[in-house]
Structure formats: C-alpha cells, structure tokens
C-alpha cells in the first residue's frame, strides 16, 4: 500500500482529505429564457468546486437527479425517495474508494430542501457525517430572478439578449414562481419571490452575482471547518 503524502500542497489540515464536498442542484428545469435548464446544478457545482479547492477537502462532482415539491411543475424531477437512493449509491461509492469520512452537500435547489428530513437515513447507510448547506438558496431570492441572473453573468450561462424578456411572466411563468398558484398559497417565501418578481423585474449585477458566489463558497468553508472541529479534532 503506497503512503499518501497528505501534508503535501497547500494544506492546513491532513484531515480534511477525509471530507468530501458535492453538489446538488437540478439539471432539468425552466428558468426563463435568460437562463438554461441547468442552471442550479451548475451554481451549486462552482460553489462546491470552489470550497474543494479553498478548503483541500475532496470535490465530489454533482448528483444528476433533483426533487421538487408537487404544486411546483416547471421541470423533470424524482421522488425522494429515489434521490435519497441516488445520494446513498453516490456517497457510498465516493466512500469506498476515496475513503472520506464526511461530507458536505452544496444544495442548489429549492425544491431539494425536503432531503433534510432524510439526512439521518442517509448517514445511517453510508455511515458518513453529513451536512446540508443551501446558504445559496437562502440568498439568491426568487426562482430564475436577479440573483440567478448575476451569478450566471458571473458563470457566463446567460443569454443577455434575453433578460429583457425575463419577466414575460404569461411566456415564462416559472420565472419567480409567479404561475404555480397553490405553492404561493402555501409557501410566504414564494408569494414574496413571485411579487417582486411582477413589482420589481429583474436585473442583472456581476458584482452582486460575485458577492452571492463568495458568501455561498464561505458558508462551505464554515461547514468544512466545523466538520474538521467536531469530526476530527482540529
């Protein structure tokens, strides 16, 4: 067995080579003509590449299927039930073969939120330590809004000839989940995206899309620096 050099490089801590970073977003939704289908998916995969890098903890790459809550249809997702089965597959084999002990998932997608209530299964089967960070979706603001906008300026995934019609909301009613009635009903945080979508459009910031990216990666870094304190003893 060959005898890593786990101090080499820029490296604060060996330990955090038992920790693992990935992503999770959606490949396969709307977000107006402005923004492509996978637009989370590739979000949530910069941020979590970018803390791997930071931070020396291992980047995962991304898992492929998504979630979303039944009055929301702007997309193709699964039931989570088999993205929990997706997530176990995944990790059990960055386990095997990485030897990670940890892991942190850079979710970038709303609709993913209900996998907290299956965390525990999760860490029951994989037998790893998880943390769930959705810092990005706390701070982006409405679905396929200004926030996505600038941070896809940033990215270079946006077709700026469209952003004007972004909030053509009878074309593109995902845009802000203005269309999905009963999910506004239900939800106060949607019905506050939707309106300000309608009241306020949309615009498109490459310094606030950068200050989004930057506070998301630290949330990451956080995250890692608090499984290397618990986990490990650093």
């Known amino acids: 067995m060959v005898k ?83 997530i176990v597959k995944v990790l059990k084999s960055a386990k095997k073969y990485l030897g990670i002990s ?42 396929g809004g200004s926030g996505e906008l600038s941070m896809g300026k940033v990215l270079g995934i946006i077709d700026e000839s469209e952003v004007e019609n972004q909030t ?11 269309m999905f009635t009963q999910a506004r009903l239900n939800d106060p945080n949607i019905e506050e995206g939707a309106m300000d979508v309608q009241e306020n459009g949309v615009y498109v910031d490459e310094v606030y899309g950068n200050e989004l990216l930057k506070l998301a990666i630290n949330s990451v870094l956080l995250d890692v620096e608090k499984q290397l304190d618990s986990h490990y003893g650093y």
């Not at 929301?72 to 089965?85: A, M, P, Q, R, Y």
């Not at 037998?127 to 960070?133: A, M, Q, S």
């Not at 053509?168 to 203005?178: C, N, P, Q």
């Open 4 to 86: 890593l050099r786990l101090d080499a490089g820029n490296v604060k801590n060996p330990n955090v080579h038992k920790i693992g970073i990935i992503a999770l977003g959606s490949h396969l939704e709307n977000h107006g003509p402005a923004l492509p289908i996978d637009t989370d998916a590739k979000i949530a995969s910069y941020i979590a590449f970018q803390a791997a890098l930071e931070s020396g903890a291992k980047y995962l790459g991304v898992i492929y299927p998504a979630h979303e809550i039944k009055e929301i249809n702007h997309g193709i997702h699964v039931s989570l039930e088999d993205l929990t089965k997706e």
């Open 102 to 143: 940890s892991v942190v998932i850079v979710n970038g997608h709303g609709g993913n939120l209900p996998i907290v209530t299956c965390l525990y299964d999760i860490e029951e089967q994989t037998d790893l330590l998880i943390t769930l960070n959705s810092k990005i979706i706390e701070s982006e603001g409405p679905h």
């Open 168 to 178: 053509d909301l009878s074309r593109y009613g995902e845009v802000g989940l203005s």
